[in-house]
T-cell receptor, first 113, second 112 residues
């Protein structure tokens, strides 16, 4: 089965700096990679996703890169703000059959004002 | 629009008792999922359903059962709760493979 490793588990950055979270996956059949943000006491919510036919996707201050050969993908947050503080989960999904989603263990991001 | 709801919000349960966690979505999504979230372990899939009438086992199915009698509802049942089932449980739904999963607000379950 799929195995998703995520690091770091915790990350502290100064407001305005960039933050990078990295994930690796094991199943070469995985071809959809969503990222979820979970604020304290709230439900996870999708912030960005990427499919295996592209190498990079941006949405304002957030970007995701994918290296299929190396089986890793990363989340980049630029110009961090205190409201970016949350737990971020990466996930890998195979689009064949049912949508089996395997999540990483999460990264707790703290943005220091 | 309610989206996806769960009940109860929280529950304390004696070991050995049974309980059903409820999940309802009004988005007409075919796929539904149950996850448990434990500190340091992320979100782990318990059971899933691709469409009404079908279910499948996820990563940690032991001690749990599900049913999918219709599109909207996907209840999760603990037949005989054990303390290791203390967790936060999230239900989710999606339109299908490769689509965003929408999560419910979660149920915090404590088994004593």
């Amino acid at each position: 089965g799929e195995n998703v490793e995520q690091h770091p588990s915790t990350l502290s950055v100064q407001e305005g700096d960039s933050a990078v979270i990295k994930c690796t996956y094991s199943d070469s059949a995985s071809n959809y990679f969503p990222w979820y943000k979970q604020e304290l006491g709230k439900r996870p919510q999708l912030i960005i996703d990427i499919r295996s036919n592209v190498g990079e996707k941006k949405d304002q201050r957030i970007a995701v890169t994918l290296n299929k050969t190396a089986k890793h993908f990363s989340l980049h947050i630029t110009e961090t703000q205190p409201e970016d503080s949350a737990v971020y989960f990466c996930a890998a999904t195979s689009l064949g059959g049912y949508q089996k989603v395997t999540f990483g263990i999460g990264t707790k991001l703290q943005v220091i004002p | 629009t309610a989206g996806i709801t769960q009940a109860p919000t929280s529950q304390i349960l004696a070991a050995g008792r049974s309980m059903t966690l409820r999940c309802t979505q009004d988005m007409r999504h075919n796929a539904m999922y149950w996850y448990r979230q434990d500190l340091g372990l992320g979100l782990r899939l318990i059971h899933y359903s691709n469409t009404a009438g079908t279910t499948g086992k996820g990563e940690v199915p032991d001690g749990y059962s599900v049913s999918r009698a219709n599109t909207d509802d996907f209840p999760l049942t603990l037949a005989s709760a054990v303390p290791s089932q203390t967790s936060v449980y999230f239900c989710a739904s999606s339109a299908g493979a490769g689509n965003e999963q929408f999560f419910g607000p979660g149920t915090r379950l404590t088994v004593l």
